[in-house]
């Protein structure tokens, strides 16, 4: 299978962001909140390579963090959006019936709310740490995964090869896992890549807006928020995470496209 | 005729219901989670009493369903209640605010909608040459930033740099209009590009899915000229889809305009609900989640009720 | 030259296949292919899929479909090549001198707009006809096409009128700017067996009255044997033979054109019924949930071991929805089922598993009976795995042996469905079906998809398993001929009821109810002329139309 320049390239960065993210102790040149210089915002210099922070702090230490913060809590924040989500939705298409319309009914409630706001209104009353941050937004996005799980169940469900292997008396079992999941799985591995590329963007806008993860614990929305005064000043240090999140989120979405193309070609033709 | 009109029906009720079923919602999610509002209010080292008077004041000792009721008969005669750290009335100081949201909002739709449409035509029309990869890849690069971001790095560049255009963007009645829009003219301009990112790729998709239909194949075989195809043939058939679309992405302008005031200092709902959630002022943040859901439905409801009118099978049963 | 009306000079076409995990290459498709019409005559195209014949048609209007390119060639109409002339000029020949008449009429109409606006609107934009002139042409073609209310049915929207009405509303639309040339794309093909009859009639008798000339493209020999002056025929892309209509049917020359003509002509002598029916359904009565009315009424037929019953219907018969009860999909709400000397629960669930080991199902698309991620030594093992409980070399050496039965090598153990073509689907369908040593076989419209010479194979195929697994057969189908190969007892469905019942020379000789009457002569014979005598001894109204 050959692979276009594009997926690789996505598929490099990528690799090298959780590389970064993992071993981020190892490869920071600073601590994380180690204060490093008394003057603030200083320019770039092969000792500090991308000039400190409004705290004096090392810029490019702070960004590596932060990288491991953002990438830990949207990965876990995708992990348990995904298992939700398409556990629940298969089981929605499989099951059929009263469970299906409940579950469905119950899923359109909570997304006629958006997302944002929704997670506004709950960190109103909770506490904001970083397991409720992954919950809140780990379940707020399974609706999504719900739907396109349950979507992508029916669409295979009603398959003659579905109805083949229910005739020869095939169990449940059989069919989610050996009719149903090989052929949903492309799909959803693509969509996985979406949901983590919204869920960096998520937790970046909620830390931006304070009610994210919380100082001095290094977050690219929280860099944003600390350094934005100096905007008006010409200093460009809150721009960095622009940087670092349109680099990722374009490198997963070029990954997904390839995913995404091969499904459909692989079916041998039906689109 | 009357089909129609039943189904029409029948989609407002829902949308009221779910309006219904989202207050609920909203109401619970602020009462059933755990943390004590007495306490946050005055804090660690509050004397029990005062707990106790505090929470008898804001009622919190009533039964829940009681509560809502309260709440909700209060929402409907006008009266979103009290804040808890200003004390001030609640529906008083969003009117104002929810004006100036509006404001902001009405702009970037009115500019990003046509914009929309327009580049989903060109990108239809030149499909796969350089017109559409281009559009293509700005949309992508611009839904991979985050609203707030896209905003900083056209301050840096628009208002700090180049100096066009402020970038706090205080505005009163004493501006006339022409001053207000160059004062807002930045986060216009910023809502208009989030927005107009996500809507683009479906009305591209859309707008190709009519032009690739077998009866627009058959008017290229009347030996029609491309203008009247499109005119006459493919665009009947895609008000519905793209009006479809332009609702559904509206949607994006109600979280974007949040982020934004806030970005902006904004007077407006958006930066309102922001700065009260910080302060876990619940009956504020009631109210803005309340008004924000509200607006996403109805948004999310017209786009239903024009895909239904839009329907010639509906318009002329058989 | 200039009294041909359209001359086809070796025209060469092309298009860009996207093979999946490969980059995308240009190939040819019609490779250097000759022809002529004259005014006033009808050249038929024949061949099956892949053979060109739509890509031809639409290249005499210079049109290309979906990325595919006219790379060589000339065609000449009316005196000039159309391949070298300005956008504008060709503008002017589409919907002037040549129209075209689609498959699909249902998808080729635009849902906003009226039937009228739709017909008139290319004789009115080419200038020939003023928008009065323009519908009272229109008014004048549906009467000549038959269409019910002539006056008033162009002031319909396409959804409200019937897909057969569609179709000569299409056929119309044609017809309107008094063109030299009208291409016909299959335009009878996604029809019914007694609506297609009545188009058919509909549109040789608007070709005889306006002196058109047209290029009729069907796949089907029997119908263009019945409205051309000449035929072509063609294979992926090639002239096989090209001659007179009179010389293609009764004196082939070429041995595929030969194979076309004598399709469906096998021959199979009708058993007698053994004394013990392996499937015997009793008074059945079945709906679908949520509905009020009975899809079928009162079902009455047996099988016996070893044989083929036909249940032979239109869409809507409820032939498929009788598989979906004795298969349990569809719990019956009055009658029997009694199968293999037991009865058979209603419901799928209450059925052990060697009652759905003994009744198996194929179905009509190979393509989605088919799980595309598992490869053919799974699909063809399963069952073995599943009722016999057989493993490792034991299986392998059993699905070799399948495979051998149906025609296939071992060398297709581990290919993917989709490197597979129609037919090899369907052979592996059968195998996978045979693997569980079934008594019965329900056979739903298996044939259909497939291009005739494909699905002739397949129907000898079956016959010769039949023989050597000792299997009966429920073989559903809309198609007459196939039921004359291959069936030993026949039941005429129509609306949920069978009309007519028996072995298959009873069901087959007159005296004849008035719906099988209608069905028998509904289908096309290899005959020249045999259009009008069908026309002529007309007695029922077809439903739909």
């Known amino acids: 299978m050959r692979l276009p320049i594009a997926a690789l390239i996505g598929l490099i960065f990528t690799f090298a962001y959780f590389f970064v993210a993992i071993f981020a102790p190892w490869i920071a040149p600073y601590g994380m909140a180690e204060v490093v210089s008394r003057d603030v915002w200083l320019p770039p210099s092969s000792e500090f390579l991308l000039g400190t922070d409004n705290l004096g702090r090392d810029l490019l230490s702070r960004m590596i963090y932060g990288g491991r913060t953002t990438i830990f809590i949207a990965t876990a924040a995708t992990i348990l959006s995904f298992t939700t989500g398409s556990i629940l939705g298969f089981l929605a298409a499989v099951l059929g019936g009263w469970a299906d319309q409940a579950m469905s009914r119950f899923v359109d409630l909570i997304m006629s709310i958006p997302s944002l706001i929704f997670a506004l209104v709950v960190l109103s009353v909770m506490p904001v740490t970083v397991p409720v941050l992954i919950v809140v937004m780990g379940l707020l996005d399974s609706t999504r995964v719900y739907r396109l799980a349950r979507a992508v169940a029916v669409d295979i469900n009603v398959m003659d090869y579905v109805e083949a292997a229910k005739l020869r008396g095939e169990g449940r079992g059989w069919i989610i896992f050996r009719e149903i999941l090989p052929n949903a799985l492309s799909p959803l591995i693509a969509e996985m890549g979406l949901r983590f590329i919204f869920m960096v963007l998520f937790v970046s806008t909620l830390s931006f807006l304070g009610l994210g993860v919380q100082p001095p614990q290094a977050d690219w929305g929280g860099i944003v928020k600390e350094n934005a005064d100096g905007i008006v000043y010409g200093i460009g240090a809150a721009l960095y995470p622009a940087v670092a999140i349109a680099t990722l989120a374009i490198s997963v979405n070029l990954v997904a496209d390839w995913i995404l193309n091969r499904t459909t070609s692989l079916k041998g033709g039906r689109g | ?318 | ?545």
């Open chain 2, 1 to 318: 005729m009357s089909l129609l009109l039943k189904l029409l029906a029948q989609r407002i009720a829902l949308g009221l219901l779910l309006l219904f079923l989202v207050s609920i919602l909203i109401f619970s999610g602020t009462i059933i989670l755990p943390g004590d509002v007495a306490q946050q209010i005055l804090g660690q080292s509050a004397t029990p009493e005062a707990l106790a008077n505090m929470r008898r004041d804001l009622g919190l000792n009533d039964p829940p369903i009681q509560r809502y009721f309260n709440w909700l008969g209060g929402v409907l005669q006008g009266d979103l209640g009290t804040s808890l750290t200003s004390g001030k009335d609640i529906a008083e100081s969003i009117g104002k605010r929810l004006g100036n949201t509006l404001f902001l909002a009405f702009w970037a739709a009115i500019i990003s909608v046509p914009l929309a449409i327009l580049l989903g035509l060109i990108a239809v029309r030149y499909r796969e040459r350089w017109p559409d990869k281009l559009i293509s890849a700005v949309t992508l690069a611009s839904i991979s930033v985050p609203e707030f971001l896209i905003a900083y790095v056209a301050i840096f560049f628009v208002s700090v740099r180049l100096r066009w255009a402020p970038s706090v963007t205080t505005i009163n009645d004493s501006m006339s209009l022409g001053e207000k829009l160059h004062t807002i003219s930045i986060p216009i301009a910023v809502l208009t590009l989030v927005v107009l990112a996500h809507m683009m790729r479906m009305t591209r998709a859309a707008i190709l899915n009519v032009m690739q239909s077998a009866y627009i194949e058959t008017a290229e075989l009347k030996g029609l000229r491309m203008f009247t195809i499109i005119w006459k043939h493919a665009f009947p058939n895609s008000i519905a889809p793209v009006v479809n679309v332009v609702m559904l992405n509206l949607a994006y302008l109600v979280v974007g305009v949040v982020v934004i005031e806030v970005v902006f200092t904004y007077p407006g709902m958006g930066q309102f609900l922001v700065d009260h959630v910080s302060k876990r002022d619940i009956p504020v943040v009631q109210a803005c989640g309340l008004i924000f859901a509200a607006v996403y439905i109805g948004l999310n409801m017209f786009a239903d009720i024009v895909s239904i009118v839009a329907n010639p099978r509906l318009r002329h049963p058989k």
């Open chain 3, 1 to 545: 030259m200039s009294d041909k009306l359209l001359k086809v000079q070796n025209l060469k076409i092309g298009a860009t296949v996207y093979p999946p995990g490969e980059k995308p290459h240009d190939i040819e498709i019609v490779h250097g292919v000759s022809f002529e019409v004259e005014k006033g005559k009808v050249l038929g195209l024949i061949g099956e899929s892949g053979a060109g014949k739509s890509t031809i048609g639409l290249a005499s209007m210079a049109y290309g479909r979906g990325g595919v390119k006219i790379t060589g060639g000339e065609v000449w109409v009316n005196g000039r090549d159309i391949l070298k002339t300005t956008n504008s000029d060709v503008r002017a020949l589409r919907g002037g001198e040549v129209t075209y008449v689609s498959q699909s009429a249902a998808a080729s109409f635009n849902p906003a707009k009226k039937i009228m606006d739709q017909v008139t609107e290319a004789a009115i934009l080419q200038g020939k006809f003023s928008k009065k002139e323009a519908e009272r042409r229109a008014v004048e073609l549906f009467r000549k096409l038959g269409l019910p209310d002539p006056e008033n049915i162009g002031n319909r929207y396409p959804h409200q009128v019937s897909g057969g009405q569609l179709q000569r509303c299409m056929t119309a639309l044609a017809l309107c700017p008094e063109p030299d040339l009208v291409v016909f794309d299959e335009p009878t093909t996604a029809l019914d067996v007694t609506t297609q009859i009545d188009v058919l009639m509909a549109i040789k008798e608007a070709i005889r009255d306006t002196g058109v000339a047209a290029l009729y493209i069907t796949h089907d020999l029997a119908v263009v044997a019945q409205v051309s002056d000449d035929i072509l025929v063609l294979k992926m892309g090639d002239m096989v033979e090209y001659g007179s209509v009179d010389q293609i049917i009764n004196n082939p020359q070429e041995e595929y054109t030969k194979a076309l003509v004598s399709v469906r002509s096998i021959e199979h002598a009708e058993k007698t019924p053994t004394p013990e029916p392996v499937l015997k359904v009793q008074n059945i009565t079945a709906r679908y949930k949520g509905t009020n009315f009975d899809v079928l009424k009162n079902i009455n037929v047996e099988l016996h071991p070893g044989q083929t019953l036909a249940v032979v219907g239109e869409s809507g018969s409820g032939k498929s929805t009788l598989a979906r009860v004795i298969t349990g999909l569809l719990p019956q709400s009055n009658g029997s089922v009694h199968f293999a000397g037991r009865d058979m629960s209603k419901d799928l669930g209450g059925r052990s598993k060697e009652d759905l080991r003994e009744l198996q199902m194929i179905y009509q698309m190979a393509d989605v009976a088919m799980n595309p991620r598992q490869t053919v030594g799974t699909i063809i093992g399963r069952p073995l795995e599943f009722y016999f409980g057989l493993r490792g070399a034991e299986k392998r050496k059993r699905i070799v042996e399948l495979l051998d039965e149906i025609e296939m090598g071992e060398g297709f153990i581990d290919r993917y469905p989709a490197e597979l073509s129609g037919g090899q689907k369907q052979r592996v369908c059968i195998a996978r079906a045979l693997a569980a040593k079934p008594k019965m076989i329900i056979c739903d419209e298996v044939t259909s998809a497939l291009d005739p010479l494909v699905a002739d194979g397949i129907l000898k195929l079956l016959l010769d398993l039949q023989k050597i697994e000792d299997v009966a057969y429920l073989f559903i189908t809309h198609d007459l001929a196939t039921v004359k190969a291959i069936a030993d007892s026949i039941a005429v469905m129509y609306q949920g009821e069978v009309v007519r019942y028996g072995g298959k020379t009873d069901v087959l000789s007159p005296p004849f109810d008035d719906y099988t009457d209608l069905l028998l002569s509904s289908v096309p014979e290899m005959k020249l002329g045999w259009l009008e005598e069908v026309i002529a001894n007309r007695k029922m109204e077809s439903a739909g139309n």
